[in-house]
């Protein structure tokens, strides 16, 4: 595949990431005694990674995800040449994701973004009102273990063809475990898109959504190096 065809892939899969993850948040998670809850969410977001990895994860790899790429790079599985490319991709992708999310969400009477539209934040905007520290921990922390999960089941000595569904329950049990603290992001793309449109405060705290999944990558692919090094 080429560079374009990559690019295509991962605009493609990481606005459905964010369709899909953020949609169930919007659009799903407290409709009137119906609604999936954050047990749901954290399902959609898993589901659109698994999807999308069975999808086109032979066409780009599948990261949908800024940090993704820079773990895979700090692992030693991906050049740093593709890493620019990737991430422009990702990021529109996410934005169009969204974009298509609000025009479906803003089609209900009373929308309104000041309900948050599934953005990442701390403090006050943390779904349970966590602090910067306990949100850059958890960003930090999720993002390596999920590193660490793509990593070993993308490796070549792993059981082939279940990746996809290891990342993806990977990615619902992060969310279950961290939606109350910081709506999870573990991926700085899906991170950019709803904030675009809420703006203020969710584009004011955006860069702990960047800084810390990012830090979280690169430490897992360091740690990841150990593992594949050895006999």
């Excluded at 996410?94 to 000041?114: K, N």
């Excluded at 999720?142 to 059981?159: S, W």
């Excluded at 992001?185 to 800084?211: E, H, K």
């Amino acid at each position: 595949m080429n560079m374009s065809q990559k690019m295509v892939a991962e605009f493609i899969g990481t606005l459905w990431l964010v369709l899909g993850g953020c949609g169930s948040a919007v659009l799903a998670a407290a409709f009137p005694e119906l609604g999936i809850g954050l047990l749901g969410v954290s399902f959609a977001f898993g589901l659109t990674v698994l999807t999308m990895a069975f999808a086109i994860g032979h066409i780009s790899g599948c990261h949908l995800n800024p940090a993704v790429s820079f773990g895979l790079w700090a692992g030693g599985r991906f050049p740093a040449a593709h890493l620019l490319p990737y991430i422009i991709a990702q990021v529109a992708g996410a934005i169009a994701g969204a974009g298509i999310l609000y025009l479906i969400a803003s089609g209900q009477e009373g929308f309104s973004l000041a309900a948050g539209f599934a953005s990442n934040g701390f403090a006050e905007h943390s779904p349970g009102g966590y602090s910067l520290q306990a949100v850059l921990i958890s960003e930090i922390v999720m993002t390596l273990f999920f590193l660490i999960i793509i990593l070993g089941a993308t490796d070549e000595r792993a059981p082939k063809g279940f990746a996809p569904i290891a990342i993806g329950l990977g990615l619902t049990l992060i969310h279950l475990i961290s939606i109350p603290v910081s709506n999870t992001s573990v991926n700085p793309a899906r991170s950019t898109g709803p904030a675009l449109f809420v703006g203020d405060w969710a584009l004011s705290q955006l860069w702990v959504f960047w800084l810390a999944p990012i830090v979280g990558a690169i430490l897992a692919g360091i740690i990841y190096r150990y593992f594949h090094a050895a006999k």
